[in-house]
């Protein structure tokens, strides 16, 4: 599934950025220095057009990329899976839909174990029972249900 995806931190990002609804941009701390580690392989945003109910915000997003994304680019990507979490404030996987990225990947369980550790951990530092990584077609399925 594509959609359009705003980005709050980008790849390599040292700062947490969290984009507010009237366009100002916030520095948050990380809650975690796993998170420093994950954010060299992947960009962080939010899909636009949807409302996840759990925190009445945009659903959240994972965006794998080899271009370079700055903080409110707005970008397509193709959706390969989803971190379930038990809040209800799943997180996303998706590829950059660029003609330079990494658009070999069509589900999440093809990336390195590691790397979808580290992104669970960046998500929840205390590993929680049912929390877990759903492949792409249940993560199209989820997202589907959020948008509008």
């Given at each position: 599934?594509r959609?359009n995806?705003?980005i709050?931190?980008?790849?390599?990002?040292?700062?947490r950025?969290?984009?507010?609804s009237?366009?100002?941009?916030?520095?948050?701390?990380?809650?975690?220095?796993?998170?420093?580690?994950?954010?060299?392989?992947v960009?962080?945003?939010?899909?636009?057009?949807s409302?996840?109910?759990?925190?009445?915000?945009?659903?959240d997003?994972?965006?794998l990329?080899?271009?370079?994304l700055c903080?409110g680019?707005?970008v397509?990507?193709?959706v390969?899976g989803?971190?379930?979490?038990?809040?209800?404030?799943?997180k996303?996987?998706?590829?950059?839909a660029?003609?330079?990225?990494?658009?070999t990947?069509n589900d999440?369980?093809e990336?390195?174990?590691?790397l979808?550790?580290?992104?669970?951990?960046w998500?929840?530092?205390?590993?929680?029972?049912?929390?877990?990584?759903l492949?792409a077609?249940e993560?199209?399925?989820l997202?589907k249900?959020?948008l509008?």
């Amino acid at each position: 599934m594509r959609c359009n995806v705003t980005i709050e931190i980008p790849k390599g990002g040292g700062l947490r950025r969290q984009v507010e609804s009237q366009g100002s941009v916030v520095i948050l701390p990380f809650p975690d220095a796993s998170v420093v580690q994950a954010l060299e392989f992947v960009a962080y945003g939010f899909v636009n057009n949807s409302l996840n109910p759990a925190d009445m915000l945009p659903a959240d997003v994972f965006v794998l990329s080899n271009d370079i994304l700055c903080v409110g680019d707005v970008v397509t990507v193709v959706v390969v899976g989803v971190r379930l979490r038990n809040d209800g404030d799943h997180k996303f996987l998706a590829v950059h839909a660029s003609p330079r990225s990494v658009r070999t990947i069509n589900d999440a369980f093809e990336l390195p174990p590691a790397l979808l550790g580290m992104l669970g951990r960046w998500v929840d530092p205390v590993e929680r029972t049912g929390e877990c990584w759903l492949p792409a077609t249940e993560a199209t399925r989820l997202l589907k249900s959020l948008l509008f």
